[in-house]
């Protein structure tokens, strides 16, 4: 979970998500091409229909992250 909301913090802070009623939302989609892993969230996010909540990104996007940060590790 921390690794997830500490990307999700990062992409806010950057202007690619903002926070509405406690659900995440897409304001810029466009990322560098080098960040595969902001990519991936962005992704993730832009594809929903529906907004959904800091809770629920973090509990979705978790394992994924952990699996790609270590990859970019490596």
């Known amino acids: ?11 806010v802070i950057a202007g690619h998500l903002t926070t509405s009623n406690g659900r995440i939302l897409l304001t810029d989609a ?5 960040d595969t892993i902001a990519g991936y969230v962005l992704t993730a ?5 529906a907004s959904h909540t800091v809770r ?4 979705h996007l978790g394992e994924a992250l952990f ?7 490596v």
């Open 45 to 49: 996010i832009g594809e929903q229909k």
């Open 30 to 34: 466009e990322v560098p091409r080098a």
């Open 1 to 11: 979970c921390g690794l997830a909301g500490a990307q999700l913090a990062d992409l």
């Open 67 to 73: 699996e790609l940060v270590g990859r970019e590790l």
């Open 56 to 59: 629920t990104w973090t509990g």
